[in-house]
């Protein structure tokens, strides 16, 4: 039986995930007849076509698609396995890291995860991105090292480390009628409401709870941000529906309730690309912000 040749796994990570011949042979340093000429071989090794024209590009077929879910961390495994093992010098470590993450990340557990960078590596700069979005290329084109928040869907090779859970209370400004007595569903739904929406929409988990009693909330105003939505509810009567660990500095001074419904509550999580998995000084970064959040 003749052995395969284990280059071409190399070649079809990188192929899949261009979903171009000639993008993928200026990755790989090659001429786009030699790039041809390799996918021909993959296309004889798998005994499928993988990349098929559909226009001016090629498409995957399903088998590419499977492949492309289990070549990758195949080829990010050898990539370690062959890789030598380095003694990470945090003292002359002297990079910027970016992490996207939401402002009530930052404001609550970036001045912690700052000082901790520094304690270890004083020449580490940390640049926190706002989440415009949760596309995995920006992981995968090192735009991004660290995305934080709820996972959601993600690309296929992406990992993820749960961090911590977090649940939605109400928060209104001291001296807010619902600081005194129980607060109903019936007499939350009556209250007027900020609704949080990147996307700006006006239903969430939370009105799909209401509705299913019976009930609706008037919602006043949309903002994209809590910390928005917790400022907006300061200074007026209006209600915030905020994640509870994301805001314990930026609500100080206000009266805090539980949500008189039931909705899930979200995981925050950690999510990096796998090609940074044995990096050391990346590893050394996750454990960083690792330890801050389970330190709450």
Known sequence: MTSPDLNLLFALDVLLAEGSVARAARRLRLSPSAMSRTLARLREATGDPLLVRAGRGLVATP???????????VVQDAEALLRPAELLDL?????VYTLRTNEGFVEEFGPRLVARIEADAPGVR?????KSDKDAM?????????????????????????????????????GHPFGEGP??????AAGRHISVSRRGRERGPIDEALSALGLQRTVLCMVSGFS???????????????PERHTVGARA?????????AIVDVTISMLWHPRLDADPAQRWLRDCVREVCVSR
């Open 126 to 130: 940390l640049r926190f991105a706002p």
């Open 138 to 174: 920006s992981l995968r084109e090192a735009a991004v090292d660290l995305e934080i928040g709820v996972a959601g869907e993600t690309g296929p090779e992406v990992r993820i480390q749960a961090l911590f859970r977090d649940r939605f209370i109400g928060v209104v400004r001291a």
């Open 228 to 242: 928005a939505a917790l400022a907006m509810a300061r200074g007026s009567d209006l209600i915030a529906s905020v």
């Open 253 to 261: 001074g206000m009266h805090s309730f539980p949500l008189p419904v």
């Open 183 to 188: 607060v109903t569903p019936e007499r939350y």
């Open 63 to 73: 088998r590419a698609e499977e492949l492309r879910r289990q070549v990758g961390p």
């Open 91 to 95: 003292s002359s470590l002297d990079n």
